[in-house]
């Protein structure tokens, strides 16, 4: 059964830091492409990130570049997001997800919840 | 940058069938994938490329694309499809993933 369990979310001031790890399992990890996606509170989905099987390509949406690093490790079976200079407007909740061979998001998370807030 | 359009909100009596549009610029070019979330819940996959159905997905569920419109059709609605349902392509000149603002499905 595929998996995957974010964690790290937390309450963090405006201008901070957070990580965000996602831990997966039932699947080879290491040949599927994977997202982050996030959901502020009661609006529509937003798609934040993208990184390659082998990490070397990475995308970024707009109101992440420049402050959001992507990474993961295949030897341990887990992505991360690293925040920097945390705004109100990322208060969300952070979403895993697994890219199918379309390009489809074929498996997701249940979500970690970052809060902004001073 | 693409930009999807969907209706804020369906209303469907149950039994009956329910259709979510999601509008684009020559939409029919791209892949559309739609998916189905519930209160409190992780999205979930129910439509990929277009109008194939991922297993475990009931047959009622279908999609389709054509010209500047794809649809996601629910028949024989039952009260438990009561969701939020989006839709997404991947944007080949930004190499973004695109999500439409959503639509809530409410069964009557």
């Known amino acids: 059964e595929v998996q995957l369990v974010e964690s790290g979310g937390g309450l963090v001031q405006p201008g901070g830091s957070l990580r965000l790890s996602c831990a997966a399992s039932g699947f080879d990890f290491s040949y599927y492409e994977m997202n982050w996606v996030r959901q502020a509170p009661g609006k529509g989905l937003e798609w934040i990130s993208y990184?390659?099987?082998?990490?070397?390509?990475?995308y970024y949406a707009d109101s992440a570049k420049g402050r959001f690093t992507i990474s993961r490790d295949n030897a341990r079976n887990s992505l991360s997001l690293q925040m920097n200079s945390l705004r109100a407007d990322d208060t969300a909740v952070y979403y895993c997800?697994?890219?199918?061979?379309?390009?489809?998001?074929?498996?997701w998370g249940q979500g970690t919840l970052v809060t902004v807030s001073s | 940058s693409y930009v999807l359009t969907q209706p804020p909100s369906v209303s469907v009596a149950p039994g009956k069938t329910a259709t979510i549009t999601c509008g684009g610029n020559?939409?029919?070019?791209?892949?559309v994938h739609w998916y189905q979330q519930k209160p409190g819940q992780a999205p979930v996959l129910v439509i990929y490329?277009?109008?194939d159905r991922p297993s475990g997905i009931p047959e009622r569920f279908s999609g389709s694309n054509s010209g500047n419109t794809a649809t996601l059709t629910v028949s024989r609605v039952e009260a438990g499809d009561e969701a939020d349902y989006y839709c997404?392509?991947?944007?080949?000149?930004?190499?973004?993933?695109?999500f439409g603002g959503g639509t809530k499905l409410t069964v009557l």
């Open positions: 997404q392509v991947w944007d080949r000149s930004s190499d973004h993933k695109v």
């Open positions: 490329y277009d109008s």
């Open positions: 020559n939409i029919e070019s791209k892949s």
């Open positions: 990184i390659n099987t082998v990490g070397i390509t990475i």
């Open positions: 997800v697994r890219e199918g061979n379309l390009r489809e998001l074929d498996y």
